[in-house]
């Protein structure tokens, strides 16, 4: 929507007409709701966050100020509203005024108002825009605060008020109603498989009452970047192992824990949940997709409601271990590289070491970026950023970080293990016209297979 107006400026005296440009709207709505019913829609779901350890979080706080230093958008922009604790003051003075130890004292002398609209309004470019969960603050805060997690639950509150930017929303929604956020549906996907397995004279395994292994994808791959299926294939079938990809559960991607939809979440990741079960899996890869990773990883056994009755691992955990175990055997792959670490499998998942195990075997000198592992920087797409269009600009900016830090390296070849990171890291090659090309580190296995 255009936002240009034509006005005659005040200081004008030519009466001459000026194109006047109005602030660009930074927030998005659904539905119809009226002001109030948004800001109650949004204090339920809040109030439903604030169980112990959430409480906990949110008394905590020092006002050390560390966690700026941590963010990607404050570094960048040295705007105090990116500090990552601001970004959660809605939902603090919600729990403040609606459910802390002082409360009564609160709402009696009025110390916290009520959260607004306007509030709501306004925090979304800074719970949505500006927050890829990451987690860099987590790590940095001296009290422990997991401030990426908080955010997530504030989402939680947003999705409910209908204050969801309007790309994120949309992608959720179609994932909730087709089962792909970006039209990789159950045909779509069988089609993609026939054409690839012709294509590349692979095997690919449908729908295969039992197996050991379950394979996930994420949209993103399938259609984007298909020749990760034909990776998977390559290196599954160079394992025997008795696999397959079923069409009533292969999405990895949650965009309805992005947006902020629980109830979304859940469907998604009972999908997979019961395809795995139905198949008697004793194992599911997830895709090189890093949120997959912790919606299925450590979310899946709370949707579930139990343990999972099967292993969760990322592909580069499963490449590591078929590595070390003597079972997959690989060939030199290029002279020196440097490794992206996706925050949700590297920072948030634990799963740092993998990928490094994987790089040794491919005989190639790796160059890290500093810094790396935990402390590495967002590439800036995850949490759904990627989505929203108005938010290119702040996301480029922080993009600046990461090339600089490949380029220090002067490694070779750049890899990474989230298909996520590399749509991001693609679009700011193009933006950039940067000599970087990302590459995947499963396709570089399956490239440099010894069968
Ligand atoms: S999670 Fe990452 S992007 Fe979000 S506030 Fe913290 S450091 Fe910034
Ligand atoms: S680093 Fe932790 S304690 Fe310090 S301001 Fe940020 S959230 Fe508060």
Same mark, same amino acid.
């Given at each position: 929507?255009?936002?240009?107006?034509?006005?005659?400026?005040?200081?004008?005296?030519?009466?001459?007409?000026?194109?006047?440009?109005?602030?660009?709207?930074?927030?998005?709505?659904?539905?119809?709701?009226?002001?109030?019913?948004?800001?109650?829609?949004?204090?339920?779901?809040?109030?439903?966050?604030?169980?112990?350890?959430?409480?906990?979080?949110?008394?905590?706080?020092?006002?050390?100020?560390?966690?700026?230093?941590?963010?990607?958008?404050?570094?960048?922009?040295?705007?105090?509203?990116?500090?990552?604790?601001?970004?959660?003051?809605?939902?603090?003075?919600?729990?403040?005024?609606?459910?802390?130890?002082?409360?009564?004292?609160? %709402?009696?002398?009025?110390?916290?108002?009520?959260?607004?609209?306007?509030?709501?309004?306004?925090?979304?470019? +800074?719970?949505?825009?500006?927050?890829?969960?990451?987690?860099?603050?987590?790590?940095?805060?001296?009290?422990?605060?997991?401030?990426?997690?908080?955010? !997530?639950?504030?989402?939680?509150?947003?999705?409910?008020?209908?204050?969801?930017?309007?790309?994120?929303?949309?992608?959720?929604?179609?994932?909730?109603?087709?089962?792909?956020?970006?039209?990789?549906?159950?045909?779509?996907?069988?089609?993609?498989?026939?054409?690839?397995?012709?294509?590349? @004279?692979?095997?690919? &395994?449908?729908?295969?009452?039992?197996?050991?292994?379950?394979?996930?994808?994420?949209?993103?791959?399938?259609?984007?970047?298909?020749?990760?299926?034909?990776?998977?294939?390559?290196?599954?079938?160079?394992?025997?192992?008795?696999?397959?990809?079923?069409?009533? @559960?292969?999405?990895?991607?949650?965009? @309805?824990?992005?947006?902020?939809?629980?109830?979304?979440?859940?469907?998604?990741?009972?999908?997979?949940?019961?395809?795995?079960?139905?198949?008697?899996?004793?194992?599911?890869?997830? &895709?090189?997709?890093?949120?997959?990773?912790?919606?299925?990883?450590?979310?899946?056994?709370?949707?579930?409601?139990?343990?999972?009755?099967?292993?969760?691992?990322?592909?580069?955990?499963?490449?590591?271990?078929?590595?070390?175990?003597?079972?997959? %055997?690989?060939?030199?792959?290029?002279?020196?590289?440097?490794?992206?670490?996706?925050?949700?499998?590297?920072?948030?998942?634990?799963?740092?070491?993998?990928?490094?195990?994987?790089?040794?075997?491919?005989?190639?000198?790796?160059?890290?970026?500093?810094?790396? %592992?935990?402390?590495?920087?967002?590439?800036?797409? !995850?949490?759904?950023?990627?989505?929203?269009?108005?938010?290119?600009?702040?996301?480029?900016?922080?993009?600046?970080?990461?090339?600089?830090?490949?380029?220090?390296?002067?490694?070779?070849?750049?890899?990474?293990?989230?298909?996520?990171?590399?749509?991001?890291?693609?679009?700011?090659?193009?933006?950039?016209?940067?000599?970087?090309?990302?590459?995947?580190? +499963?396709?570089?296995?399956?490239?440099?297979?010894?069968?």
């Amino acid at each position: 929507m255009s936002t240009d107006i034509d006005a005659v400026h005040p200081l004008d005296t030519s009466g001459a007409r000026l194109s006047i440009k109005k602030p660009v709207q930074r927030f998005d709505r659904q539905g119809d709701l009226s002001d109030r019913e948004r800001t109650e829609a949004a204090m339920r779901a809040f109030m439903h966050e604030f169980g112990a350890v959430t409480a906990t979080y949110l008394e905590s706080c020092i006002h050390c100020g560390m966690c700026a230093e941590a963010c990607q958008y404050y570094v960048q922009t040295g705007d105090p509203r990116y500090t990552p604790v601001h970004k959660l003051e809605p939902f603090k003075q919600a729990y403040k005024r609606e459910a802390g130890p002082f409360a009564l004292f609160y %709402r009696m002398f009025n110390l916290k108002p009520r959260v607004s609209a306007d509030e709501l309004q306004n925090w979304q470019e +800074l719970l949505y825009d500006s927050c890829t969960m990451c987690g860099r603050c987590t790590l940095i805060c001296p009290m422990g605060i997991d401030i990426a997690r908080l955010v !997530g639950q504030a989402r939680h509150g947003m999705f409910q008020a209908g204050l969801v930017p309007h790309e994120l929303w949309a992608v959720a929604e179609r994932a909730e109603r087709e089962g792909s956020p970006l039209g990789a549906t159950p045909a779509v996907f069988k089609d993609r498989i026939a054409w690839l397995s012709d294509e590349h @004279g692979v095997e690919i &395994p449908v729908d295969r009452d039992q197996a050991d292994v379950l394979v996930s994808m994420s949209s993103i791959e399938i259609m984007k970047y298909p020749q990760a299926i034909v990776a998977t294939a390559k290196v599954l079938n160079a394992l025997n192992e008795k696999w397959t990809i079923r069409l009533d @559960g292969y999405e990895a991607t949650n965009f @309805g824990m992005l947006s902020g939809n629980v109830q979304w979440q859940k469907d998604l990741s009972m999908k997979l949940i019961n395809a795995a079960v139905k198949c008697g899996a004793k194992l599911l890869i997830l &895709p090189e997709c890093g949120h997959a990773y912790g919606a299925m990883r450590w979310d899946g056994a709370n949707v579930y409601g139990k343990p999972l009755p099967f292993e969760v691992l990322h592909i580069s955990e499963y490449l590591a271990r078929s590595i070390a175990g003597g079972r997959l %055997r690989v060939k030199k792959a290029a002279a020196s590289v440097t490794f992206h670490d996706p925050c949700q499998i590297s920072r948030r998942g634990g799963a740092t070491q993998a990928p490094r195990d994987v790089l040794a075997a491919l005989g190639v000198e790796l160059r890290e970026m500093v810094p790396s %592992r935990m402390g590495s920087w967002c590439c800036g797409g !995850g949490g759904g950023v990627v989505t929203i269009h108005r938010a290119d600009d702040l996301r480029y900016r922080v993009f600046e970080i990461k090339m600089k830090q490949v380029d220090d390296t002067g490694a070779e070849m750049l890899v990474m293990s989230c298909s996520n990171c590399r749509q991001t890291f693609d679009d700011g090659q193009a933006h950039f016209k940067w000599d970087k090309t990302a590459h995947s580190l +499963l396709e570089l296995v399956a490239d440099n297979l010894v069968q």
